[in-house]
């Protein structure tokens, strides 16, 4: 089995980015950037399913400038085996990317895709649903956990309710939540081994596919501000304050 | 403009969710029509046609959208929605799951989880875990969104009068099939409709002690809700969480109990009307954003506070 890993470049999951005080942009400079931590876990995953024989190659993909190959050098450190970079503007959006996606899958006759549930810069949530929707392929997003019997996939999914299990055709896409594994750190001989790993570089246009969007952001900008309150002493004039000050009980 | 909503239930009863993301179609302006895709779910249409400022209801009863397997259900909603302007559902796991399929259908962006309609074309949502809410304008001939339901009041579930239509197109892409469902059983309100949650965090040790924030939520009609560390520890199932990647809530009052205050537990949490943080550590970042703070040990608090309410 072929999997293919899409891994996102965003800023850190520590740093509270703002909005530029113009408007213009989200301001990311000096701000230090890492793989998405919900494709680290599609990684995870991937390199499991390997290492239990389940699958036999995984090709990490990300879309984006030059600097997106940093994340792909980690994913072959995890464990993945060669990477492509699709050349493409850093903000391209999740139908743009999930059409690029659905080339390669189809190029590189993958049988399964994981990527992450969520992008945390854009917050979008979209990109597994769109390419497994133009391709035709069976989804479980969500997923907490992945199983392989009998040429299908059994997946658990996170849903609001608590838990669902669905069985799904192959291929298909799976997005990965927080829940379905804990990812490993990359080894300092891994690292040094990914360098050596192939890393193809594509371009939209190699891929047939057109990536202009038809989202602009007007603005950005800060959201309302929370002030700090006051310290109450004790249990019984926190209950004071929430019954006669605020009168929220 | 006309709207498509998209019925967000279970096939006996209407969520709640439906009711904000109604909402929203109000403040786009436009005929709405609401599509409840599911199976012997009759109930559920009847109850949407009663909804406040809906005009028509579609109703697709069919074994193939029984548990509204995004395959289905997308093929369906691309369908009936090429005729519409907008199509709605809300921010569930269930509308995250069809939307942007269904958008990816129609050859559309998707929108996720506005907080605001500006215009027919233009939205705001937040970015970065809520730290930035941009101003998206769409292009595209249909606007295929998601709708944060904190962001909207319910319009009302009663006074409207809207003709039930049914949907004979069956969509079964026979791509994938449901097994099974562990749903947590509650007497409690539901996290994202009510007035009043108490939240647990790592701080709360284990699952036992959890029992507390219960018997507390019980005495003011509270749901229980928890942070990302205290339902990865095994405390609590994960439907409790709340977050970037959790829920979103923004009760009158959000206790938030042993939680330090990262920046994705606030994402789910910050739009509450009055914050309380009960937190041993008086630094804890928690304390920035509350309204109230009490700085005690947990144990100590939480049984002399179920005592005195
Ligand atoms: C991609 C991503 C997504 C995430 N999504 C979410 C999400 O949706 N929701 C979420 O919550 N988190 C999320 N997180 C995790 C988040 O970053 C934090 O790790 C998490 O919120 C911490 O939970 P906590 O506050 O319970 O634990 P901690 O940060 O460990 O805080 C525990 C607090 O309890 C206090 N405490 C300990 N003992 C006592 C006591 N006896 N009495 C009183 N106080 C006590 C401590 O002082 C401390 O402040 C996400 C992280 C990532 C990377
Ligand atoms: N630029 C990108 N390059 C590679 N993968 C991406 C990119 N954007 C999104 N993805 C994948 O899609 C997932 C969901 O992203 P999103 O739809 O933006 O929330 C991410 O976790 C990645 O796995």
Redesign the pocket.
Known sequence: MKILVAVKRVAD?NVKVRAKADGSDVDLANVKMAIN??CEIAVEEAVRLKEKGVATEIIAVSVGDKSVQEQIRTALALGADRGIQVDAPKDTQPLAISKLLKAIVEKESVDLVIVGKQS?DGDNNQTGQMLAALAGMSQATFASELIFEDGKASVTREVDGGLQTISLNLPAVVTAD?RLNEPRYASLPNIMKAKKKPLDVLTPDDLGVSVAPTLITVKVEPPAERQAGVKVESVEQLIDKLKNEAKVI | MSILVVAEHDNSTLKGATLNTVAAAKAIGGDITVLVAGANCADVAEAAAKVDGVSKVLAADNAAYEHQLAENISLLVAEIGKEFSHILAGATSNGKNIMPRVAALLDVAQISEIISVESADTFKRPIYAGNVIATIQSSDAIKVITVRGTAYDPVAAEGGSASVESVASVQDAGLSSFIKEELAVSDRPELTSAKVIIA????M?NSESFKMLESVADKLGAAVG?????VDAGFVSNDM??????KIVAPDLYIA?????????L??MKDSKVIVA????ED?P?FQISDYGLV????E?MPELEQQL
């Open positions: 999951a931590p919900f945390i927080l | 647990g965090g790592r701080g040790q928890a942070s990302r560390a205290a969480q709340v977050g970037q990647t959790g109990v042993g939680i330090s205050g990262a920046i994705q537990h994402a789910g009960i937190n041993k550590d804890a928690i005690a040990d947990l144990f608090a």
